[in-house]
Every structure is written in C-alpha cells, then in structure tokens.
T-cell receptor, first 110, second 114 residues
Framework: GIQVEQSPPDLILQEGANSTLRCNFS?????LQWFHQNPWGQLINLFY???GTKQNGRLSATTVATERYSLLYISSSQTTDSGVYFC????????????FGKGTRLSVIA | SAVISQKPSRDICQRGTSLTIQCQVD?????MFWYRQQPGQSLTLIAT?????????ESGFVIDKFPISRPNLTFSTLTVSNMSPEDSSIYLC???????????FGQGTRLTVV
C-alpha cells in the first residue's frame, strides 16, 4: 500500500545541537518533499528531493530512491526551527496530490 | 515559487453554519488541492479542483459537505457546510507548477466550531 513513515515522532533538542529526521516511503510514492509547519500552521516547502542531496543553509536533505528513504539534517538548531516536519510524496502521475507522513514534532530549547 | 493567498486565516463558527474558504494564486495553475489537518494529525487530501469541471473527492469526503468551486485558473473556494465540532481543523489549499516542481501551500485556515 501507500506508505510514508517518519521517525522519530517527537524530538527535543538543545539549541545548537544537530539532528537527523528520517522518512521511509513505499514503492508507490514518488517526488519526495520535506515541509516545515510553524506553530501558526503555515506549511513551508523545504526541499523537493526525489533523489540526491540538496543543501539550504543549515538544512540539508538526502533521498536514496532505490532504498526508499530520505533524511533531513538540521545543524546548529535554533529555537525558530521548532515545529512539525513532514515528508510527503505523490502517489499518482505528476507531482500532486501528496501523501503525508505523520510528521516529526521538533522542540528546540534555549 | 507560487504565492497563495488564503482567507480567512482563522474563524470560530457556530455549529450548523457554513464557512467558505478562499484561495487566490498569483499565476495560473491547472489543479488546486484542498487538504484537512485535524488537531495533532497529518494532512489528508479532501479533493482536487480542476478549472471547468467538477472537483474530484477522496474517499470519506463528499460534495454536499465540502462543495468546491474553481471558476478560473487562479482561484478556488472550499465550503465547509453544516459544521459540527468534528470539523474543527486547519484547512489548506495547495498548488504546484507541474511535474518536477515542488508544492506550495496557502497560509491555512484554522477553523474552530463551537
């Protein structure tokens, strides 16, 4: 079936720490993307990463499509990184609509 | 990127009433998508809205409860009808630029039904 699984479900970090979030996805899922939902509910696209590695500032992501997983790295975490991180992929031809994982809730404390 | 303006950002409504949520995109897009996020949960697709045709609803969602309009290539509305407290959720619209591009979301509408 269609599956997008994220781990860990919850994560608490001290400011300045690094972390790795994982997303496993089934064969029927494509076009992997990572999102950050801030405490106000807004969803921001961090990476469109169906394969390979991308970096944007303190964030980077790697997707190994052949092994059906993706990783999101957060370095030198800041309190503003707090929120929920979702990975999502499409299950139909084209990019959307998306199937979302259950998310990783990150709390960065000062 | 795509800029999506979603209104209202939040509302508190009485049970039995209806609320219409609007999404305006800064450029033409073929499909727009509506999602629901129940408290503490992930996002679930409600329906796909194509311009000039009936919206396509996912299992568990029906047109009578969530009527959708798509009058042109930059605008769509979702109505939550005959609301009950179980409809309290964040509702989000989304677009992309086609295959090989990322998805963008509106700011979301935080609905509370009392």
């Amino acid at each position: 079936g269609i599956q997008v699984e994220q781990s860990p479900p919850d994560l608490i970090l001290q400011e300045g720490a690094n972390s790795t979030l994982r997303c496993n996805f089934s064969d029927s899922v494509n076009n992997l993307q990572w999102f950050h939902q801030n405490p106000w509910g807004q969803l921001i696209n961090l990476f469109y990463i169906p394969s390979g590695t991308k970096q944007n500032g303190r964030l980077s992501a790697t997707t190994v499509a052949t092994e059906r997983y993706s990783l999101l790295y957060i370095s030198s975490s800041q309190t503003t990184d707090s929120g929920v991180y979702f990975c999502a992929g499409s299950y139909r031809s084209g990019n959307t609509p998306l199937v979302f994982g259950k998310g990783t809730r990150l709390s960065v404390i000062a | 990127s795509a800029v999506i303006s979603q209104k209202p950002s939040r509302d508190i409504c009485q049970r039995g009433t209806s609320l219409t949520i609007q999404c305006q995109v800064d450029s033409q897009v073929t499909m727009m998508f509506w999602y629901r996020q129940q408290p503490g949960q992930s996002l679930t697709l409600i329906a796909t809205a194509n311009q000039g045709s009936e919206a396509t609803y996912e299992s568990g969602f029906v047109i009578d409860k969530f009527p959708i309009s798509r009058p042109n290539l930059t605008f769509s509305t979702l109505t939550v009808s005959n609301m009950s407290p179980e409809d309290s959720s964040i509702y989000l619209c989304s677009v992309d630029r086609g295959p090989g591009t990322e998805a963008f979301f509106g700011q979301g509408t935080r609905l509370t039904v009392v």
